[in-house]
């Protein structure tokens, strides 16, 4: 199974003006712990939130936390571009490696829990 072959889904975006409020809400309106950096590989995750709350913003002391913008605040992770349409053990390994585990290919994005997910439904049809 090639990446390719993965069910296609929808790919949440944000801009740098948008404030936490609303990467929060949009992350719990789109059911996503990642969203991607309009036109770019940048991504923010919801672990890159907490850990700029708990390294940057002094745990919210003296801070407006929901009203800051991101741009202002925030580090962007960059995901890992891959150009050609490997497999599943290729795509799994160079996930493997990686602090924050997210790939894009053409216009997808590939996390491990996608993998996780092809597998158990390629394990369903070898059994049925």
């Known amino acids: 199974m090639t990446i390719s072959e993965l069910p296609q889904k ?25 969203l991607r950096l309009k036109n770019t590989n940048n991504f923010i995750s919801d672990r890159l939130i907490i850990q700029t709350v708990a390294q940057e913003l002094n745990f919210f002391r003296n801070t407006k936390f929901l009203d800051q913008k991101i741009e202002e605040s925030f580090k962007l992770e960059e995901a890992k571009k891959i150009s050609r349409d490997v497999n599943l053990a290729e795509i ?4 493997y490696g990686m602090l924050h585990p997210y ?23 070898f059994l049925g």
């Open 10 to 34: 929808e790919v949440a975006t944000f801009d740098l003006n948008d404030t936490m409020r609303d990467i929060i809400n949009l992350m719990l309106e789109k059911n996503t712990r990642k």
């Open 92 to 95: 799994s390994k160079i996930m």
């Open 103 to 125: 790939i894009f290919f053409q216009d997808r994005v590939i996390t491990p829990w996608d993998v996780c997910i092809a597998l158990q439904s390629d394990r369903i049809e």
